[in-house]
């Protein structure tokens, strides 16, 4: 049994690593080391109450000492040396004997955009804060992208009483990860909500107190919020050894192991071969910093004793309330699977299935948490649906097995 294992990344996935230790009885020392100065604590409140000053933070509910976690916070690992067993940190190397890369995502900045007085991100409790009166002061905002993080702020910052701008350079909101069919009627819900949304919007250039497009519109802005997508924070493990894909991600295996010996990655930061989906997934989700962490410390904890490792093979899950609908989403889709929709888009409450061969491989369901549940089930067990059945939204969606 390892006797030293070293978190990095104090986040979700690095803090139920150490807790998943903990329960699956390792005893030997666990150190989770985190770059931010905080208690440890979870960042889907930071768009949503923490924003808006309806929760004070979002520390997570573990109980450090009773479980003998070792914390190192405000702490920067600033490489690895794999031969070694070494991590290097700014306070001096840490031996380990089993090392799990947690190390999240940060948001990617606006080109030009950086210095400029009053531009935002949001990722960590620093910004939610900082952003937090600036809501207050009911500005006019513009926010640049329309992916999930914003709308979340767009949502909280109409709800506080901003004029909000939203300028998004494709098509449509979601266009990374949803297609054309399915994004279209999300547009609408940024007018409803009193938000205006701008598509094939480019951002020629940042200044105080307004936001320049390509097309030479000029937009007022006491406050720009940037949500331009996350890239893996992995930038410190440059020199490491360590395979890194192309997105900058930690390069995992079935097990979550990395390429180097005794090293393991989880959570935002890395990437992993599925099984079920065929295809390497980087997922950048809160239910994949949770469930990873379960099959690292199984393997941790297995190896030492000769255990046959533990595969990660997760239907992904990911939720985002924007504009007062509780949106999910589970698995995974691509363009060639056929989409199916229960009920009226228009409406307030419908889902879209994805199909492959007449099995649900994704579903992402508006106001219908049943749905999600039972599709859910459908697609970890691969069970062949009738889409005749599937289509018809007053029939329950377990009910459409064939
Ligand atoms: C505002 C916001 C809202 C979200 N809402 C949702 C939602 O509604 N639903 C959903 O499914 N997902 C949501 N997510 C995504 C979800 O929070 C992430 O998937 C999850 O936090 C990933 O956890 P993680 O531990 O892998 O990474 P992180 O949470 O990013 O944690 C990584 C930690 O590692 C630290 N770190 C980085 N580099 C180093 C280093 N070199 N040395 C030491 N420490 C380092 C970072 O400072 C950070 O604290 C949201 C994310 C944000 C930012």
């Not at 207050?136 to 009483?161: L, M, N, P, S």
């Not at 480019?202 to 937009?219: C, F, N, Q």
């Not at 990655?265 to 390497?280: I, K, L, M, Q, T």
């Not at 699977?337 to 994805?354: E, N």
Request: a negative charge; charged letters at 20%; aromatic letters at 6%.
């Amino acid at each position: 049994m390892p006797r030293r294992v070293v978190v990095v990344g104090a986040g979700m996935a690095g803090v139920q690593t150490a807790v998943a230790l903990r329960e699956q009885g390792f005893t030997g020392t666990v150190t989770l080391i985190g770059a931010e100065p905080h208690q440890p604590y979870d960042r889907p409140p930071l768009s949503k109450a923490v924003l808006l000053g309806k929760a004070e933070g979002s520390a997570f509910d573990v109980d450090f000492e009773a479980l003998d976690l070792e914390l190192q916070l405000g702490r920067e690992a600033l490489g690895v040396r794999p031969a070694d067993h070494e991590l290097d940190t700014e306070a001096g190397p840490v031996p380990y004997d089993a090392l799990v890369l947690a190390t999240g995502a940060e948001p990617i900045r606006l080109p030009g955009a950086e210095g400029v007085p009053g531009v935002h991100l949001l990722r960590t409790l620093d910004d939610a804060e900082r952003l937090r009166p600036v809501l207050a002061r009911q500005h006019d905002i513009v926010v640049v992208g329309a992916g999930w993080i914003g709308a979340e702020f767009a949502t909280a910052a109409r709800e506080a009483g901003c004029a909000v701008t939203v300028v998004e350079a494709a098509d449509r909101p979601l266009a990374g990860a949803l297609p054309a069919e399915v994004a279209a009627p999300m547009a609408a819900w940024y007018a409803d909500a009193g938000a205006v949304l701008r598509t094939h919007a480019r951002v020629e250039r940042v200044e105080p107190g307004a936001v320049l497009l390509d097309d030479g519109s000029r937009l007022p802005a006491d406050a720009v919020v940037v949500g331009i997508g996350a890239r893996p924070a992995t930038g410190w493990l440059a020199g490491s050894g360590i395979d890194l894909g192309a997105h900058g991600e930690v390069v995992a295996d079935h097990h979550l192991h990395t390429s180097a010996p005794d090293v393991y990655a989880v959570g935002d930061c890395a990437s992993f071969p599925s099984g079920r989906y065929g295809e390497r997934l980087l997922v950048h989700h809160w239910d994949n910093a949770l469930q990873g962490p379960r099959t690292v410390a199984a393997n941790i904890i297995g190896e030492a004793v000769g255990e046959a490792p533990a595969v990660y093979d997760p239907v992904p899950y990911f939720w985002s309330e924007q504009f007062g609908r509780f949106v999910q989403y589970a698995g995974h889709h691509a363009c060639a699977d056929t989409t199916l929709w229960r009920g009226d888009p228009a409406g307030p409450a419908w889902t879209v299935c994805w199909l492959r061969e007449n099995r649900l491989v994704a579903l992402l369901a508006v106001g219908r948490p049943r749905d999600l549940a039972q599709g859910r089930r459908l697609i970890e067990a691969g069970t062949p649906v009738d889409p005749r059945l599937l289509a018809d939204p007053a029939r329950p969606l377990k009910a459409a097995k064939a």
